[in-house]
């Protein structure tokens, strides 16, 4: 299907009904129940598991392919930011135009970044792309104020020209639309407890990110995806081969850049509004962390680290000592009071504490992130499952010496 072969099918298909049945899957606690802030089915956070796994996916075509640690990835993504909100600003609301032009110049400035960046390996790679992502920051929020808004952000506002579109509508800013549907517009569906919400801006990002998803598959099966492989196993050999790596590199870069912008455009298009924060470094090491604890180097692990961190950072970022009592109000007063003193540095402001002390035992016991875990529970089913068609099976005879 789509020229891939069986197992890229089936983990295609598999990821496609994940993200077309998110507002289930994501929704398992009623509404009324206790368990219901555990729920992450709402609009806003599944956009953001999406279009940070566009992000990932596209850094892992340049860190798990070819093994260059990029710190300055984040550049990309504020530039496709800014790019996409200029376009709503200058052209039309529709956000076709600002995704496409997004991806357009995160991808030029990779060029440039990427040229200069990978004339140098290993920790010198990783420090220019970090000097060039500080760099974009500190231009953004105080040299570039008048493209960028400096620290406020660059907005939306009621006198934009907008050449193909309305600068406001009955005096309020038109909303971001895709040919006419309202990203914001929503379907909410009531079953018995459970309340599920369809929203129109998370299928246009799950429409995008499955066409990434699908590249990124071709690339990693094509032989440009194998030149990059070889690149990661021994570059220096690849070299004396008479093969020269950089183009390779530099088009892996360029890539996943764009893929950053994507992301970025994305960002604006469910919320048009781009700020310097986006280019800081903690965004950069964001994405790295991402990729490695869902399994760098695979296809579907950058998705699944993506999620996993951003359901960390909004679930746990709103447990609060008020709500451990009310969890804890059946025992003791001492021992709950215990209990919410030890829980507190892990919860709310202190998450990243939770993320840290999860992404140590990972990279500590499952160096493969998540998709290791994944991997080793699938093989000890298969051990069990053959064994037990061995203790039925009738002993068979000593091979002949």
Same mark, same amino acid.
């Given at each position: 299907?789509?020229?891939?072969?069986?197992?890229?099918?089936?983990?295609?298909?598999?990821?496609?009904?994940?993200?077309?049945?998110? /507002?289930?899957?994501?929704?398992?606690? !009623?509404?009324?129940?206790?368990?219901?802030?555990?729920?992450?089915?709402?609009?806003?956070?599944?956009?953001?598991?999406?279009?940070?796994?566009?992000?990932?996916?596209?850094?892992?075509?340049?860190?798990?392919?070819?093994?260059?640690?990029?710190?300055?990835?984040?550049?990309?993504?504020?530039?496709?930011?800014?790019?996409?909100?200029?376009?709503?600003?200058?052209?039309?609301?529709?956000?076709? !135009?600002?995704?496409?032009?997004?991806?357009?110049?995160?991808?030029?400035?990779?060029?440039?970044?990427?040229?200069?960046?990978?004339?140098?390996?290993?920790?010198?790679?990783?420090?220019?792309?970090?000097? %060039?992502?500080?760099?974009?920051?500190?231009?953004?929020?105080?040299?570039?104020? /008048?493209?960028?808004?400096?620290?406020?952000?660059?907005?939306?506002?009621?006198?934009?020209?907008?050449?193909?579109?309305?600068?406001?509508?009955?005096? +309020?800013?038109?909303?971001?639309?895709?040919?006419?549907?309202?990203?914001?517009?929503?379907?909410?569906?009531?079953?018995?407890?459970?309340?599920?919400? %369809?929203?129109?801006?998370?299928?246009?990002?799950?429409?995008?990110?499955?066409?990434?998803?699908?590249?990124?598959?071709?690339?990693?099966?094509?032989?440009?995806?194998?030149?990059?492989?070889?690149?990661?196993?021994?570059?220096?050999?690849?070299?004396?081969?008479?093969?020269?790596?950089? !183009?390779?590199?530099?088009?892996?870069?360029?890539?996943?850049?764009?893929?950053?912008?994507?992301?970025?455009?994305?960002?604006?298009?469910?919320?048009?509004?781009?700020?310097?924060?986006?280019?800081?470094? +903690?965004?950069?090491?964001?994405?790295?962390?991402?990729?490695?604890?869902?399994?760098?180097?695979?296809?579907?692990?950058?998705?699944?680290?993506?999620?996993?961190?951003?359901?960390?950072?909004?679930?746990?970022?709103?447990?609060?000592?008020?709500?451990?009592?009310?969890?804890?109000?059946?025992?003791?007063?001492?021992?709950?009071?215990?209990?919410? %003193?030890?829980?507190? !540095? %892990?919860?709310?402001?202190?998450?990243?504490?939770?993320?840290?002390?999860?992404?140590?035992?990972?990279?500590?016991?499952?160096?493969?992130?998540?998709? &290791?875990?994944? &991997?080793?529970?699938?093989?000890?089913?298969?051990?069990?499952?053959?064994?037990?068609?061995?203790?039925?099976?009738?002993?068979?005879?000593? /091979?002949?010496?």
């Amino acid at each position: 299907m789509l020229g891939l072969n069986k197992k890229d099918t089936s983990l295609f298909i598999l990821v496609l009904l994940l993200v077309v049945f998110a /507002p289930f899957l994501l929704n398992p606690f !009623p509404e009324n129940s206790e368990l219901a802030q555990f729920n992450a089915g709402y609009p806003d956070l599944m956009q953001r598991f999406l279009i940070f796994g566009i992000f990932a996916i596209g850094f892992n075509i340049l860190f798990g392919l070819t093994g260059y640690l990029s710190f300055g990835h984040a550049a990309f993504l504020g530039v496709g930011s800014y790019a996409g909100v200029w376009m709503m600003k200058l052209l039309t609301m529709n956000v076709l !135009p600002a995704i496409i032009i997004s991806v357009i110049f995160a991808g030029l400035f990779s060029v440039i970044v990427g040229y200069i960046s990978l004339r140098r390996s290993g920790i010198y790679f990783s420090i220019l792309t970090l000097a %060039f992502a500080q760099m974009s920051f500190s231009l953004a929020y105080s040299v570039l104020t /008048p493209i960028t808004a400096g620290e406020t952000g660059l907005q939306l506002a009621l006198d934009d020209p907008r050449i193909l579109g309305v600068s406001q509508v009955d005096g +309020t800013i038109p909303l971001a639309h895709f040919f006419g549907i309202d990203m914001r517009d929503s379907f909410e569906l009531a079953v018995g407890g459970w309340l599920f919400t %369809f929203n129109a801006g998370y299928y246009l990002c799950a429409v995008v990110m499955m066409i990434a998803f699908y590249i990124a598959i071709r690339i990693f099966r094509s032989p440009f995806g194998m030149m990059l492989r070889a690149v990661k196993s021994n570059q220096q050999r690849m070299n004396f081969t008479g093969l020269n790596s950089k !183009p390779y590199t530099l088009a892996a870069f360029v890539i996943s850049g764009m893929y950053a912008g994507l992301a970025g455009g994305l960002m604006v298009a469910m919320d048009p509004l781009a700020g310097a924060e986006r280019m800081q470094w +903690t965004a950069s090491g964001e994405v790295v962390l991402m990729t490695i604890l869902g399994g760098a180097g695979t296809l579907i692990g950058p998705v699944l680290g993506a999620g996993f961190i951003k359901y960390l950072e909004n679930i746990f970022s709103k447990i609060n000592d008020n709500i451990l009592y009310e969890w804890f109000s059946g025992l003791p007063e001492g021992i709950a009071d215990f209990l919410v %003193f030890v829980i507190h !540095p %892990f919860i709310g402001k202190g998450w990243h504490l939770t993320l840290g002390i999860m992404f140590m035992l990972i990279v500590i016991f499952l160096p493969g992130g998540i998709m &290791e875990g994944l &991997e080793r529970i699938g093989r000890l089913f298969k051990r069990k499952s053959s064994s037990a068609k061995g203790s039925g099976a009738k002993p068979s005879a000593a /091979p002949a010496e």
